[in-house]
C-alpha cells in the first residue's frame, strides 16, 4: 500500500478540524486534514457562535473577517438557558457574546485560513483503521484513488460524536442520550397568523403565544422571531416524544406539524421554512482526551446536553492542543507538556457539562416543582452578580486553568491591555497574532527579561500600560497567562518561579 509521512494528520474538517489545523499552521506545522466527505458539509447545525472563542479569533486576528461575513453581528444581549432566559439587557457589558454566523461559513473560513497557513485539506478522504507504536502513529485512508496509508508523529480526532477514531483508540465515552426529541424551524408564519409587537404570535386554534418558552403539559414550545422585519419565526418544540419517526430521514413540515399541535393542541399556520432540524441532546465525555499518539478534540471528546456550547468548547480544545503539538515537535516541548491537553480541557469540558446539565434540569418537567425551580432561578437571575456570575459560565470566561503558581492571574485568559511601546500603540491581541508565547514586562524588570532571554520560543515585549495588573506576564499561545509577576515583587522570589514557569512551559533554557 502506498504510505506518506507528515506530522499532524487532523482526521475532520469540521470546525474543530479546521481550526486546529489553522492554529498548527499559525505554529509552523503543516498538518494534513482528512475529511471523509466530499464537499464541505451544508447541513444546518449551529447558528452562531459565542463565548471565549471570540476573543481567541480576536487574538488571532480573525474576528474582523467573521464579523464581515456575518449577517448579523450586532450584540446579543438574551440567551436562552433551559427554561429560562439570561438577559443582559441593563448592563453596560455583555458578560456573554454572540455572532449570528451559520456554521458552514464558519467551516469554510477556518479552512481558507488553514490553507493559507499551510494545511493541506484532502476531502473524500476516510480514515478506516489507526495503529500506533512508540515513534509513530500511522492511519489507513480510503481515497477517491484507493486506499492508502499516512504515517505521522500525532493524529487528532476531530471527527465528530460518532468518533471512529475514539473508538479505534480504545478510549470509553460513558454518558446518556436524553429521550426529548427537539423539532427546530426557521419559518415564516402564514398571514393568518398575527405577530405581536413583543414576539409572540395569535394563531387561530391556539390563541396567544407569548415569545420565549411556553410549558404545556405535554412539552415546551419556543417562540423567537428571527428579524423585526418580516414574519420570519423561530420555531422549537421538545417533547419526551415515543411517536415513530426515522432519525435518517430530515425533519418534514408535516412532522413539525404534529408536534406542534402534541404541545400547543392546535395548529399554527406555516409558510416555507428556512432551516429544519431535528436533535437529541446527549451527555457524554470521553474518559481520556489522549491515548499516547491520539488526541481527540470537539464532539469527539465531549457531547453537551444544551446548545450554544459545544462550537466554542471544540474550538478553545484545538487552540490548547496546537501550540503544544507544534512545540513537540520543534523539539522545545517540556516532557509532560502534552499531558496537560487532557489536565486542561477535560476540566474545562467538565465546567460546560455542569452549566448544559443545569440548563437540562431547568427545561425538564413540567409540574409545580419544576415551574417553581425556574420561577426561584429566573429570581434569582434579577441579581446582577447572579447574572454576570451566569454570563462568564456560559461563555467559558470564568476558567482558570489548574497550574502551579501563585499569582491569582496564573491559568486566566491575558486581558486585552493597550500597551506603549517603543515603537507605539499595540495591545494583547495584537501581541497574540503570531501564537508564539510572549513574556511581557510591565514595569521595566530588566532581571526578569534577563532570565527570559534564555528561553528562545519567548518573545520578549516591553510596555507600558494603565493600571498593570502585574509587573509582568508570561502568555501562553493559547493566551493563557502562565506566570504573573506581583506589583513590587521582590526580585529573588520571582526569578525563582518564572525559571520554574519557563521550564514547565518552554522547556529547558537554550
Ligand atoms: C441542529 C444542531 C444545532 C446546533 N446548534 C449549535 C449551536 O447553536 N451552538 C453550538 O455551539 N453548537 C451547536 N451545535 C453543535 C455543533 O454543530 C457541533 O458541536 C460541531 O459541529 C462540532 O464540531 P466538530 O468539528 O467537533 O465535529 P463535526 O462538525 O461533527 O465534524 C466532524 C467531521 O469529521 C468528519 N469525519 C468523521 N469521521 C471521519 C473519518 N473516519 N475520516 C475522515 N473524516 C471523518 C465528518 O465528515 C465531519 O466533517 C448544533 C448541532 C446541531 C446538529
Redesign the pocket.
Known sequence: MQEMTTDVIV???????AMLAGELGRAGVRPLV????ARP?TA?????LGGRILDVLRYRGLLDRLTAISADASPKPIFPFGGVYLDFTGLDELPLHAMAIP?AEVEELLAENAVDLGAQFRRG????AVAQDDDAVVADVEGPDGPYRVRARYLVG????RS??RELAGIGFPGSTYPEVNR?AVVAVHESVTVLDDGGIVAPGVGRVEPGFTHTGTGVFALGRVSSEDRVMFFQTTENDDTEYDNDEPLSMVELGDSVRRVLGGEVALGAPTRL?R?QFQDRQAENYRVGRVFL????AHLLPA??????L?MTDSVNLAWKLAADIHGWAPADLLDTYHLERHFVGGRALLQTRAQAALRQGQDPAAQALRAVFGELLADEPALRRMGALVAGTDLRYPMPGTSSLTGTFAPDLILDTDQGTTTVAELMHAARPVFLDLADRADLREIVEKWIPVDIRSAGTVDRPADAILIRPDGHIAWAAAIDESSETATAELSAALTRWFGVQS
Open positions: 482526521v475532520g474538517a469540521g470546525p474543530v478540524g482528512l475529511e471523509r466527505r458539509g444546518q447545525k449551529a447558528s452562531g456554521q478522504h476516510e480514515v478506516v476531530c471527527d465528530g460524536g471512529r477514531i427546530l432540524s436533535y478534540a470537539g464532539d469527539a446548545t450554544g456550547a459545544a462550537m466554542n471544540g
